[in-house]
């Protein structure tokens, strides 16, 4: 028989980073509370995504510090309804967390090239699944990556957009934090 961890009555401290400790209680609302936005300028559409700080929380935050990012998107062609970009990396290899192959519609991956060619100069990625029928996969095959975050406002009109790039081409995404906002 199985039997199930039991919980403590009480909150558990969190001591992170030098900070006062807080409760377990109050560290998920402050990290529930980070949002990026995903801007496709030349359409006009800004959908917003709520970062996993719980499930991802070194590559949640590795990514945070890197924002704002802009670079020229790509559509996937084997992939299915993916925009994604890329970058150079700089800096030790991140983290291998939260890994999966399962996506879903508004969810965003992060992917670091040398976890799957041996041979690759070190780069950063970043992809938004933007509806139901992704499968990732890159020159090797499936690839499992980081789920980071999912997009939680605008979502429609971000994949509507996404897809017309499919047809019409590439653009600039930017990636920000929300507060960055204008």
Not at 56 to 61: G, L
Not at 79 to 96: A, D, I, Q, T
Not at 127 to 145: E, F, K, N, S, W
Request: net charge negative; glycine share 8%; hydrophobic share 40%.
């Amino acid at each position: 028989m199985l039997r199930r961890h039991a919980r403590p009555e009480a909150p558990i401290a969190v001591q992170r980073s030098g900070r006062p400790g807080r409760s377990a209680q109050e560290f998920e609302v402050a990290v529930s509370e980070r949002l990026i936005e995903l801007v496709l300028a030349k359409r006009g559409v800004v959908a917003r995504a709520r970062l996993h700080q719980r499930q991802a929380p070194r590559t949640c935050q590795l990514l945070w510090d890197l924002l704002p990012i802009e670079r020229e998107s790509i559509h996937a062609i084997f992939s299915g309804c993916e925009l994604y970009v890329v970058w150079p990396w700089e800096g030790e290899p991140p983290p291998r967390e939260n890994f999966t192959v399962c996506t879903d519609a508004g969810d965003l991956f992060f992917y670091y090239a040398p976890w799957y060619h041996a041979d690759a100069r070190p780069g950063g990625e970043i992809a938004i699944y933007y509806d139901r029928d992704a499968i990732p996969t890159g020159g090797d095959g499936l690839m499992a990556g980081c789920l980071f975050a999912t997009i939680v406002e605008n979502g429609t009109a971000f994949a509507a957009a996404c897809d017309a790039m499919s047809y019409q081409g590439a653009e600039s995404l930017l990636i920000r934090r929300a507060a960055e906002a204008p």
